[in-house]
């Protein structure tokens, strides 16, 4: 999946954490925070995605589609928080 990275009408910059933001150093000072958790839950025998609140992101057997379904949904959130988006 490609790496969406955010700007804002200040022209502040949002994006998922990689290594496509560590790239962007030259930007100014990063700012990380973790919104999200994926853990194995054993009495399901799945993986969750939860954020902080504990709200179910997606759920499932298969841990990279788990991660996916999550990366997709914090990028809605991300994109309906921002007005312009450029993917690199």
Same mark, same amino acid.
């Given at each position: 999946m490609a790496?969406?990275?955010?700007?804002d009408k200040e022209g502040n910059l949002s994006g998922l954490a990689d290594d496509?933001?560590?790239?962007? #150093?030259h930007m100014g000072t990063k700012k990380?925070? *973790?919104v999200s958790n994926v853990e194995?839950? #054993?009495?399901q025998q799945a993986w969750v995605a939860t954020d902080l609140? /504990?709200?179910?992101?997606?759920? /499932? *057997?298969?841990?990279s589609a788990v991660i996916e379904?999550? *990366?997709? #949904?914090?990028n809605k959130?991300?994109?309906?928080t921002f007005n312009v988006a450029v993917m690199l």
């Open positions: 790496s969406k990275i955010y700007i496509t933001l560590d790239k962007l #150093h990380v925070e *973790r194995f839950d #054993h009495e609140n /504990g709200y179910v992101i997606s759920a /499932g *057997r298969v841990r379904a999550e *990366r997709n #949904h914090l959130l991300i994109e309906d």
